[in-house]
């Protein structure tokens, strides 16, 4: 059980480690400081932190307002 959690742990860090190495390249990132966090994690949990972006304009109307001010721009 605990490789299991430490392997999700693992993975949750890569996962962020690249979001960061997006957004120092301009792109959007979902550090859990994000605006868009809890929309993310409300609506595009099961779409990798790659493609975020993409799966976040496609639930614009639903986003809140500071998440949804960062993507219609």
Same mark, same amino acid.
């Given at each position: 059980?605990?490789?299991?959690?430490?392997?999700? +742990?693992?993975? +949750? !860090?890569?996962? !962020?480690?690249?979001?960061?190495?997006?957004?120092?390249?301009?792109?959007?990132?979902?550090?859990?400081?994000?605006?868009?966090?809890?929309?993310? #994690?409300?609506?595009?949990? @099961?779409?990798? +932190?790659?493609?975020?972006?993409?799966? !976040?304009? #496609?639930?614009?109307?639903? !986003?809140?307002?500071?998440? #949804?001010? @960062?993507?219609? #721009?």
């Amino acid at each position: 059980m605990s490789r299991t959690i430490s392997t999700a +742990v693992v993975a +949750v !860090l890569i996962g !962020l480690a690249a979001a960061g190495i997006a957004d120092a390249k301009g792109g959007h990132s979902m550090h859990a400081t994000s605006p868009c966090a809890p929309d993310y #994690k409300r609506l595009c949990s @099961k779409t990798p +932190v790659s493609q975020a972006a993409s799966c !976040l304009k #496609k639930h614009i109307s639903e !986003l809140s307002p500071a998440c #949804k001010a @960062k993507y219609s #721009k």
